[in-house]
């Protein structure tokens, strides 16, 4: 009889985790991840181009491990900027139908409004989708719909996908003129001041050197407007030929404009004395600790 208990007890407790793990949803089968907008390693994307109805494309090249922009003009990208642009490649579909199935005028791809080629592959975006607010993208034969994230970053400026250094990484500047005087390195690794100051130090020069090295601006943009107030000229080792950029005054303080390429950095005005002069880099004496 007791025999008999225990193999109840056995069961019910069987039947009971049954059917908690069938509330709980395990033993479900997985479903299948949804197919993604292009099915593309990241890093083995290499060139990126994208093209507006009616307007020019823009083109963006890695050319070893850094990403340009080769079209409308030539500048360094931001390595950062563009991985993430192409991580947006990644983006599920949330439905997918044969092209036979639309009108492809009234969904906005004849003419596509936006085209988009990644290593050859051509992705054309049309209108948004009035109900679920989807993006409707052409790509072969089919028509997918997709979040409109990839749509929304590409329709904005291309300048933020732009470096905001001023100058490559591992520059070494051999020459730097600003308003009012001239740095020139000479083959022991010293620098030649002009005109010669008396109370300017050696760390005085280091420190201004290191913040044209360095230089890093606000924002990049288009050359804009603005009445020069000065000029610099920056040569860099392997370089013949020197940078020269235009000073023009910003609402955030000051700006190097540059015509070859197209391009305006923007800085800050508290770093603007310690860029362009060198009393400004001089160092701050240390205050003395009192004795007694």
Known sequence: MQKWIWLNLGLSVFIVALALALYLGMGKPTPPPKPTLLKIAPHAVRRLTYAFVHQPPVDFQ?????????????????????????????EPVQNAYPITRFKLKTIGLAPARLRLWVNGHEIDFG???????????RRGSRILLVNDVLYYRLSGSLYPLLSPRLLPTGS???????PGLALTRTSRGTWDLTPHEQRVSSGMIARL???????SALSVGPPGDGKPFGMVKLRLLGEKLPRVYHLV???????????????RFVFPKPIEARMLTLAANRRKPHARTPRG
């Open 127 to 137: 209108r948004t989708d009035p109900v679920g607010h989807l993006r409707f993208i």
């Open 249 to 263: 005054h910003d609402s955030f303080g000051f700006a190097l404009v540059s015509r070859t390429p197209p391009l």
């Open 172 to 178: 070494q500047l051999v020459s730097l003129r600003l």
């Open 62 to 90: 890695k050319i070893g491990a850094q990403w340009w922009l080769v079209h409308p003009f030539r500048a360094r990208a931001e390595n950062l900027n563009l991985d993430s642009l192409i991580d947006d490649l990644d």
């Open 209 to 215: 050197i290191r913040r044209w090295t360095y230089a």
